[in-house]
């Protein structure tokens, strides 16, 4: 079976197998450098406007933020089984752990989409109407809105890519196993996590000690 | 290998791993309640790295990759170190 998932310029499924996720791993690097510009902004900000962050933290939605922070984590581990599932040879069982997954990543966007309802109905966007006067406050929530939008392009990309698995396997279960698109699609789905996990204390943590 | 020892052994560490994240989650909204004044913003991001840690570990399996893979990931981690010690070198020595 193996053959026909060899595409040129490779003549050998496991060394095909090493490019794929050797070229996803380098690509994963130059995300967590975008990122990690955003995180030193952020950095800086919060040491020259200490009291401004700790005031706009607390005006986030620690449910929200806890919520989709376990939402995420879940669809990684049910990407994480059904890489498993599927070089097991248990195609099914992984094709319904990517529905799981891609549910999962879809019910994270839905909820982030009323938080930003909340949010705007908060007057916590920055500009003339914005809700808190302390310096550095709408800073915060510049870096918010930015963070939580790229990470969420990032979410639907990433959800893009689990449906064609899904689509593609859906009557071809052996592809999963064979093909290297579930081990790069899962990688990235763990990276998008693995940001999230970076932003939650950033954003939805910070000031709740401070009353 | 039966089924029933294949569907555990795909299961179990991902399992387990999953339930440590969510016990750090637990761990980590818990203690941002507790005033530890200047420690909240350090213990909270500790406890981020280690969840991102348990990710490309067990999730990621890191550690099952070949040394390219790890060598690819690891270069990420240390340049983003390197960018913010050559920052806090500037904004926060003044």
Known sequence: MSDSFIHPPFDALAR?????????????????LLFAGLFAGYGVYRGIFPAGFLAAGRQTDIVYGTVNTAILMTSSFTIA????????????MAWWLLVATFTLGVLFLVLKG????EDIAKHLVPGPDFALSVPGAQIFFSYYWIMTGVHAVHVTCGLIAVLRLVVASRNNLAWLAGSASEDATALYWHLVD?????????????????? | MDDHARIKDIWLRPLLTWLALCALLAATCTLAYVPLGDGNFPVSLGIAAIK???????????????ALNRLAAVAGPVWVFVMFVLMGADYFTR
Do not use: D, T
Request: proline letters at 2%; hydrophobic letters at 55%; glycine letters at 10%.
């Open chain 1, 194 to 211: 693995i940001i999230w996990i970076v932003l939650y204390p950033l954003l939805y943590l910070v000031g709740r000690s401070h009353g």
């Open chain 2, 52 to 66: 991102a840690a348990l990710v490309g570990s067990i999730f990621m399996r890191l550690f099952e990759n070949n």
């Open chain 1, 114 to 117: 009323l938080e930003y309802r």
């Open chain 1, 16 to 32: 095909q197998h090493q490019a794929v996720s050797f070229g996803m791993w380098l690509f994963l690097v130059s995300e967590v």
């Open chain 1, 81 to 92: 089984v059904a890489g498993r599932a599927a070089r097991a040879e248990l195609g099914r």
